[in-house]
């Protein structure tokens, strides 16, 4: 199987992190087909060298980006979930946190999505289906933890829950995925004005468990820097 050069799948330095950037936006902009190691380069300012420092291929480089992606929705929604608090104030930081890093990490977040649906970038080798059920395993686990969240609040009579809990977290992510696809960050965004955004999807997502303004006081949270 195929392994990255350095194997940096836990690489945090700022060169990496620069290059992982460049490659999501242009995995974003251009899609896959479209992108190759020589356009990350040239869009990042560097060359190719570079690029090949870290990953022998696009694909690597592909999955490297999917793998931050992750890391991304884990690390905003972990303190949340570790949490002793009462459990509807734990999934209200969990939501927070996994809209959050929709916002801060746009292009990652849009690339996840295409990469989780890989049958458009034709996974034909075993390397490619081995990486694919790598994905979804994590992506598994993540949605474990809301799901146990949901379930111990559905429990306690806290939240409303559909005969097909399956159907109702799906649906809630459906909710909470929203700005994926319609979100667009501008030069002239702002904590505050991200931090409304953050708020809106949460209220609206939250609805649909039985959750109201009225019942839980989340929208006089601190701006987040």
Known sequence: MPQTALSPRNDRSERYEELLFAAAQCFQSRGFAATSIDTVARHLGATKGRVYHYFPSKMDLFNAVRDRAMDHVFDGTRTGFNSDAPTIDRLIAMARGHVRAILYQHPYMQVLMDGLQMNRYSTTTQFQRE?????????????????????????????????????????????????????????????????AITEDVLRYSLLGLGVTTETQSYTTQEVPS
């Open 131 to 195: 990486e694919m059920e790598r994905h979804l395993a994590r992506r598994d686990e993540y949605e474990s933890q809301f799901r146990a969240v949901i379930a111990q609040g559905a429990a306690e009579g806290q939240l409303h829950v559909g005969p097909s809990q399956s159907i109702t977290v799906q649906s809630f992510f459906s909710a909470l995925n929203g700005p994926v696809f319609w979100f667009r960050p501008r030069d002239t965004d702002t904590a505050e004005s991200l931090h």
